[in-house]
């Protein structure tokens, strides 16, 4: 399958309105992103995964003062899939309210519904160490 420029530019839109939603405390309009059945896999953080779009709100709800008070997302990468799908690796940026800064990288099954385009997937993967631990071989 291929991706039209419109379809692109809705993936990434899309992508970006999380953190404007959750900047925003505009929680109950996570629908909006994520479809009902969604898996919000938190695992490289340590914690068990999220199942549906209300979980992850709630987990929001529950994070309270510790969310970050702006979300920034970067480096947007959009692929077609066979199957109708596409899927998205983007970088984000999650600035503290004191000041510090945490970097993730995005994984996203992105899949067109009836509303529009909606993730599926959002595998979020911290990152702590410079080129992924990587040193040069030879």
């Known amino acids: 399958m291929s991706l039209t420029l419109e379809d692109r530019l809705a993936i990434t839109e899309l992508v970006s309105l999380h953190g404007h939603l959750v900047d925003d405390g505009s929680l109950d309009r996570l ?62 940026l999650g600035v503290k309210a004191d000041g510090s800064c945490g970097s993730v990288t995005y994984d996203d099954t992105v899949v067109r519904t009836a509303d529009g385009w909606r993730i599926s997937h959002r595998k979020l993967s911290p990152r702590r160490t410079p080129l992924s631990g990587k040193t040069k071989s030879g």
């Open 31 to 92: 629908e909006e992103v994520f479809t009902p059945d969604a898996v919000y896999d938190l695992t490289g953080f340590g914690q068990e995964p999220l199942f549906g779009a209300a979980a992850i709100r709630d987990a929001g709800w529950a994070l309270g003062a510790a969310n970050p008070v702006a979300h920034h997302v970067t480096n947007v990468v959009v692929t077609a899939s066979a199957d109708g799908r596409a899927q998205v690796r983007s970088k984000g």
